[in-house]
């Protein structure tokens, strides 16, 4: 017979019972469905509904590519290794000049993507980013462009780097609040609550970064006020989800 002290058998009662009424922490994923401060100010509007593709088509044709998919409330990219590739980016059919966009990304294992804004739709230009500045989406553990800051998730595409790496590893949710205002000459990006960039959008400061980077000699690059957001096909399975935008006066 095994017998136990009262007083033990009291403290075994009260552990049992906070241990049963513990709220278990919650999950990376779960975490980025809770609005932040900055998204709790009205004014928000969804850019994807979590079921369809409306207010969205792939630059320079009014369809969604077939490797765009709608998987659990999220929009899915997944390359066709029989396609070319880099020609299915997304962008919205709707144009912004000052806004703040919120939206979630995850990134396979290795892989690479990018959301653009400023983006000019037209014939001359094959791609959004010869166009679009691109917040970089990238699987900083394992692919190799990480080595360099300004490859690194969360930077403008080769121009400016993150002050700290805040990536989750592939296959996690992280979020982005992009904030591109063009009366303030203002950008900045908050990446998983934490700001990790701010830049001027236009002017001379902006012309200067741009002249000490590969896009110096690109026509269009940054030039633009008013345009598209986009989504990169890279080449690589990607998802967004929760897309929302507050535009600015």
């Known amino acids: 017979m095994i017998i136990i002290k009262k007083s033990t058998l009291i403290i075994f009662l009260i552990s049992a019972f906070f241990a049963c009424k513990k709220t278990p922490e919650k999950s990376t994923k779960e975490m980025l469905t809770i609005p932040t401060e900055i998204e709790k100010e009205s004014g928000w ?30 929009m899915v990219f997944t390359p066709n290794p029989d396609r ?13 000049t000052s806004f703040i966009l919120s ?12 959301v ?8 001359k230009y094959a791609v959004p980013y010869q ?23 969360g930077a403008i595409f080769g121009i400016l780097g993150p002050a700290v790496d805040l990536s989750n590893k592939e296959n996690e949710w992280n979020q982005f609040i992009i ?23 236009h002017g001379e400061e902006w012309d200067r970064m741009v002249a000490d980077s590969k896009f110096k000699d690109w026509e269009g690059f940054g030039k633009y006020q008013t345009g598209h957001i986009g989504l990169q096909d890279h080449a690589n399975k990607v998802w967004f989800r929760n897309i929302k935008i507050k535009e600015l006066d």
Not at 51 to 70: A, L, M, P, V
Not at 103 to 114: A, Q, R, T, V
């Open 45 to 74: 509007e969804s850019l994807f509904d979590g079921k369809s593709f409306d207010g969205w088509h792939n630059y320079r044709t009014d369809t969604i590519s077939d490797e765009w998919q709608i998987e659990n409330g999220a």
């Open 84 to 96: 070319i590739h880099g020609i299915n980016n997304i962008i919205t059919d709707k144009k912004y």
């Open 103 to 114: 939206l979630e990304w995850k990134i396979s294992k290795e892989g690479n993507s990018g």
């Open 116 to 123: 653009f804004w400023g983006i000019f739709e037209d014939e």
């Open 131 to 153: 166009t679009g500045p691109e917040i970089q989406v990238l699987d900083n553990l394992n692919h190799p462009d990480a080595a360099k800051r300004t490859h690194q998730a």
């Open 179 to 201: 904030r591109i205002d063009q009366k303030n000459n203002l950008g900045n990006v908050i990446f998983n609550g934490t700001k990790i960039i701010e830049f001027p959008v």
